[in-house]
């Protein structure tokens, strides 16, 4: 079973930056770099959503405009790590930030991802 472990998230003032780490173990089917990796988060109230995906080949999507500009997605396959790298964060990127993988092509919405990670709290406040 694949397990992914996300680590990285705190407290941030608005404009600060954060990096998010998720470390993949469990693949017995296939290697961590035949998957597709990816970011969602959740705020309170809200449904998850995706932030961006990489994909086994590199290829990378932003969910939205604004996050395509300040956060940036990376994989490691050789440490078997995606991480999330956020700058300039603001009040509504408060939120559970979530690592998620899928054996076969992901894209921003849900039914795409097979496995999920437990989240890591990122809360920007002044």
């Known amino acids: 079973e694949v397990q992914l472990v996300e680590s990285g998230g705190g407290l941030v003032q608005p404009g600060g930056s954060l990096r998010l780490s998720c470390a993949a173990s469990g693949f017995t089917e296939s290697t961590y770099d035949t998957y597709a990796m990816a970011w969602f988060r959740q705020a309170p109230g809200k449904e998850r959503e995706g932030v961006a995906i990489?994909?086994?080949?590199?290829?990378?999507?932003y969910c939205s405009t604004s996050m395509k500009g300040r956060f940036a997605i990376s994989r490691d396959n050789s440490a078997n790590t995606v991480d999330l790298q956020m700058d300039n964060l603001k009040f509504e990127d408060t939120a559970t930030y979530y690592c998620?993988?899928?054996?076969?092509?992901?894209?921003?919405?849900?039914?795409?991802?097979?496995?999920w990670g437990q989240g890591t709290q990122v809360t920007v406040s002044s």
């Open positions: 990489i994909g086994a080949g590199g290829g990378i999507l």
């Open positions: 998620a993988a899928s054996p076969r092509t992901a894209n921003c919405l849900l039914h795409t991802i097979n496995y």
